[in-house]
Protein backbone atom coordinates (compact mmCIF):
# COMPACT_ATOMS: atom_id res chain seq x y z
CA UNK A 1 0.00 0.00 0.00
CA UNK A 2 0.99 3.52 -0.45
CA UNK A 3 1.96 5.66 1.70
CA UNK A 4 2.82 9.51 2.20
CA UNK A 5 4.49 11.32 5.00
CA UNK A 6 5.22 15.09 5.73
CA UNK A 7 7.02 15.26 8.80
CA UNK A 8 6.49 19.34 9.37
CA UNK A 9 3.02 19.70 11.02
CA UNK A 10 3.88 23.32 10.78
CA UNK A 11 6.08 26.11 8.83
CA UNK A 12 6.54 29.69 9.02
CA UNK A 13 7.95 31.79 6.59
CA UNK A 14 8.30 35.54 6.04
CA UNK A 15 6.69 37.18 3.06
CA UNK A 16 8.80 37.76 -0.23
CA UNK A 17 10.92 34.63 1.32
CA UNK A 18 11.25 31.11 -0.07
CA UNK A 19 10.17 27.86 1.82
CA UNK A 20 10.22 24.27 1.08
CA UNK A 21 7.94 21.73 2.62
CA UNK A 22 8.86 18.01 2.59
CA UNK A 23 7.30 14.85 1.50
CA UNK A 24 8.29 11.59 0.95
CA UNK A 25 6.20 8.48 -0.19
CA UNK A 26 6.53 4.94 -0.49
CA UNK A 27 5.40 2.96 -3.60
CA UNK A 28 5.38 -0.12 -5.48
CA UNK A 29 4.70 1.18 -8.55
CA UNK A 30 6.29 2.35 -11.39
CA UNK A 31 4.06 4.57 -12.66
CA UNK A 32 2.02 7.51 -10.57
CA UNK A 33 1.49 10.77 -9.94
CA UNK A 34 2.12 13.20 -7.07
CA UNK A 35 0.66 16.27 -6.11
CA UNK A 36 0.24 19.18 -3.48
CA UNK A 37 -2.96 20.33 -2.54
CA UNK A 38 -3.58 23.82 -1.07
CA UNK A 39 -6.72 24.18 1.92
CA UNK A 40 -6.77 27.85 2.65
CA UNK A 41 -8.74 28.30 5.83
CA UNK A 42 -12.29 27.59 5.49
CA UNK A 43 -11.75 27.52 1.76
CA UNK A 44 -12.13 24.57 -1.03
CA UNK A 45 -9.28 22.62 -1.52
CA UNK A 46 -7.29 23.41 -4.58
CA UNK A 47 -4.31 21.60 -6.78
CA UNK A 48 -1.28 23.00 -6.67
CA UNK A 49 0.67 21.54 -8.98
CA UNK A 50 1.91 17.69 -10.33
CA UNK A 51 4.73 15.83 -11.17
CA UNK A 52 4.47 12.50 -13.21
CA UNK A 53 7.08 9.71 -12.24
CA UNK A 54 8.79 9.18 -15.61
CA UNK A 55 9.25 12.79 -16.07
CA UNK A 56 12.80 13.60 -15.00
CA UNK A 57 12.04 17.55 -15.12
CA UNK A 58 10.64 18.91 -12.30
CA UNK A 59 7.08 20.54 -12.48
CA UNK A 60 7.15 24.36 -12.07
CA UNK A 61 3.89 26.35 -11.89
CA UNK A 62 4.74 29.86 -11.44
CA UNK A 63 6.02 30.99 -7.98
CA UNK A 64 5.49 26.77 -6.96
CA UNK A 65 8.07 24.01 -8.44
CA UNK A 66 9.36 20.65 -6.94
CA UNK A 67 12.37 19.12 -6.12
CA UNK A 68 11.12 15.35 -6.89
CA UNK A 69 13.88 12.84 -6.15
CA UNK A 70 12.23 9.43 -7.15
CA UNK A 71 15.12 7.23 -6.18
CA UNK A 72 14.75 8.90 -2.66
CA UNK A 73 11.19 8.98 -3.28
CA UNK A 74 11.24 12.26 -2.33
CA UNK A 75 8.75 15.54 -3.39
CA UNK A 76 9.02 18.85 -1.85
CA UNK A 77 7.20 22.27 -2.85
CA UNK A 78 9.51 25.31 -2.88
CA UNK A 79 7.34 28.48 -2.75
CA UNK A 80 9.22 31.36 -3.67
CA UNK A 81 8.19 35.01 -3.33
CA UNK A 82 5.91 34.17 -0.42
CA UNK A 83 2.84 35.86 -0.35
CA UNK A 84 -0.21 36.32 2.47
CA UNK A 85 -2.21 34.46 0.58
CA UNK A 86 0.12 31.40 0.47
CA UNK A 87 -0.98 30.75 3.88
CA UNK A 88 -3.05 27.53 4.11
CA UNK A 89 -2.63 23.61 4.56
CA UNK A 90 -0.53 22.02 2.27
CA UNK A 91 -0.82 18.43 1.34
CA UNK A 92 1.19 16.42 -0.25
CA UNK A 93 -0.65 12.90 -2.48
CA UNK A 94 0.62 10.08 -4.63
CA UNK A 95 -1.76 8.71 -7.64
CA UNK A 96 -1.62 5.42 -8.09
CA UNK A 97 -3.22 3.64 -11.07
CA UNK A 98 -6.13 2.00 -10.46
CA UNK A 99 -8.84 -0.29 -12.74
CA UNK A 100 -11.28 2.56 -11.81
CA UNK A 101 -10.61 6.16 -11.22
CA UNK A 102 -7.58 7.66 -9.47
CA UNK A 103 -7.03 7.03 -6.05
CA UNK A 104 -5.12 9.41 -3.86
CA UNK A 105 -3.51 8.93 -1.04
CA UNK A 106 -2.54 12.12 1.28
CA UNK A 107 0.29 12.60 3.87
CA UNK A 108 -1.05 14.22 7.03
CA UNK A 109 -0.53 17.94 5.73
CA UNK A 110 2.04 20.84 6.50
CA UNK A 111 0.43 23.99 8.16
CA UNK A 112 2.25 27.34 6.13
CA UNK A 113 2.08 30.74 8.11
CA UNK A 114 3.27 33.58 6.22
CA UNK A 115 4.55 36.70 7.98
CA UNK A 116 4.02 40.25 7.04
CA UNK B 1 -16.58 27.33 -13.34
CA UNK B 2 -16.25 24.26 -11.91
CA UNK B 3 -18.14 23.25 -9.19
CA UNK B 4 -18.60 20.76 -6.33
CA UNK B 5 -21.20 21.97 -3.23
CA UNK B 6 -21.74 20.27 -0.23
CA UNK B 7 -25.31 19.93 1.26
CA UNK B 8 -23.94 21.35 4.41
CA UNK B 9 -20.80 23.36 6.31
CA UNK B 10 -22.33 22.17 9.91
CA UNK B 11 -24.04 19.78 11.10
CA UNK B 12 -24.51 18.11 14.99
CA UNK B 13 -26.34 14.81 15.24
CA UNK B 14 -26.88 12.39 17.83
CA UNK B 15 -25.67 9.00 18.38
CA UNK B 16 -27.48 6.63 17.07
CA UNK B 17 -28.97 8.74 14.26
CA UNK B 18 -29.21 8.30 10.34
CA UNK B 19 -27.46 10.98 8.45
CA UNK B 20 -26.52 11.96 5.18
CA UNK B 21 -24.37 14.20 3.52
CA UNK B 22 -25.01 15.30 -0.20
CA UNK B 23 -22.42 16.02 -2.79
CA UNK B 24 -23.28 17.54 -6.28
CA UNK B 25 -21.01 18.36 -8.88
CA UNK B 26 -21.70 19.80 -12.14
CA UNK B 27 -18.46 19.22 -14.39
CA UNK B 28 -19.67 16.01 -15.86
CA UNK B 29 -16.94 14.34 -13.91
CA UNK B 30 -17.38 9.66 -13.61
CA UNK B 31 -15.59 9.28 -10.36
CA UNK B 32 -16.98 11.03 -7.17
CA UNK B 33 -15.30 10.62 -3.96
CA UNK B 34 -15.96 11.11 0.27
CA UNK B 35 -12.83 11.49 2.70
CA UNK B 36 -12.77 12.17 6.15
CA UNK B 37 -10.17 14.55 7.41
CA UNK B 38 -9.08 14.56 10.71
CA UNK B 39 -6.00 16.34 12.27
CA UNK B 40 -2.91 14.96 12.01
CA UNK B 41 -4.07 12.11 9.60
CA UNK B 42 -4.70 14.23 6.57
CA UNK B 43 -7.69 13.26 4.21
CA UNK B 44 -8.35 9.43 4.29
CA UNK B 45 -10.41 7.86 1.43
CA UNK B 46 -14.06 6.64 2.67
CA UNK B 47 -15.62 5.45 -0.37
CA UNK B 48 -15.60 6.03 -4.31
CA UNK B 49 -17.71 5.82 -7.28
CA UNK B 50 -16.48 5.64 -11.05
CA UNK B 51 -19.67 5.37 -12.06
CA UNK B 52 -23.74 5.56 -11.77
CA UNK B 53 -24.03 2.68 -9.13
CA UNK B 54 -20.89 1.78 -8.97
CA UNK B 55 -18.94 1.80 -5.62
CA UNK B 56 -15.63 0.70 -4.05
CA UNK B 57 -14.59 0.84 -0.65
CA UNK B 58 -11.80 3.17 0.29
CA UNK B 59 -9.43 2.87 3.37
CA UNK B 60 -12.04 3.46 5.99
CA UNK B 61 -15.38 2.35 5.07
CA UNK B 62 -16.27 0.84 8.11
CA UNK B 63 -19.64 2.75 9.37
CA UNK B 64 -20.58 4.26 6.50
CA UNK B 65 -22.32 3.69 3.02
CA UNK B 66 -22.78 5.32 -0.07
CA UNK B 67 -25.53 6.43 -3.02
CA UNK B 68 -25.01 7.25 -6.24
CA UNK B 69 -28.37 7.04 -8.32
CA UNK B 70 -27.27 10.08 -10.67
CA UNK B 71 -24.09 10.84 -12.18
CA UNK B 72 -23.78 14.26 -10.53
CA UNK B 73 -25.01 13.03 -7.07
CA UNK B 74 -22.73 10.95 -4.67
CA UNK B 75 -24.24 10.37 -0.78
CA UNK B 76 -22.61 9.41 2.51
CA UNK B 77 -24.40 7.34 4.69
CA UNK B 78 -23.96 7.17 8.28
CA UNK B 79 -26.27 4.55 9.32
CA UNK B 80 -26.41 4.73 12.87
CA UNK B 81 -23.77 8.07 14.12
CA UNK B 82 -21.21 7.29 16.65
CA UNK B 83 -18.84 9.94 18.47
CA UNK B 84 -16.39 8.70 16.53
CA UNK B 85 -17.49 9.56 13.48
CA UNK B 86 -17.25 13.49 14.36
CA UNK B 87 -14.86 14.90 11.55
CA UNK B 88 -14.83 16.91 8.81
CA UNK B 89 -16.10 15.25 5.85
CA UNK B 90 -15.10 16.23 2.02
CA UNK B 91 -16.53 15.21 -1.40
CA UNK B 92 -14.10 15.46 -4.44
CA UNK B 93 -14.78 14.74 -7.99
CA UNK B 94 -12.59 14.11 -10.70
CA UNK B 95 -12.91 13.29 -14.83
CA UNK B 96 -12.19 9.57 -16.02
CA UNK B 97 -9.79 7.18 -14.86
CA UNK B 98 -6.25 8.23 -15.48
CA UNK B 99 -4.03 9.04 -12.39
CA UNK B 100 -3.49 12.11 -13.61
CA UNK B 101 -6.46 13.54 -13.45
CA UNK B 102 -6.87 16.74 -10.59
CA UNK B 103 -9.60 16.03 -7.92
CA UNK B 104 -11.61 19.05 -7.32
CA UNK B 105 -12.96 19.74 -3.76
CA UNK B 106 -16.35 20.53 -1.82
CA UNK B 107 -16.16 23.09 0.88
CA UNK B 108 -16.50 20.52 3.04
CA UNK B 109 -19.11 19.72 5.80
CA UNK B 110 -18.06 19.91 9.66
CA UNK B 111 -19.87 16.86 11.33
CA UNK B 112 -20.31 16.81 14.89
CA UNK B 113 -21.90 13.57 17.16
CA UNK B 114 -22.92 13.93 20.65
Given at each position: ?116 | ?12 KRT ?84 YNE ?12
Amino acid sequence: AQTVTQSQPEMSVQEAETVTLSCTYDTSESDYYLFWYKQPPSRQMILVIRQEAYKQQNATENRFSVNFQKAAKSFSLKISDSQLGDAAMYFCAHGGHMEYGNKLVFGAGTILRVKS
Amino acid sequence: DVKVTQSSRYLVKRTGEKVFLECVQDMDHENMFWYRQDPGLGLRLIYFSYDVKMKEKGDIPEGYSVSREKKERFSLILESASTNQTSMYLCASSLGSGSYNEQFFGPGTRLTVL
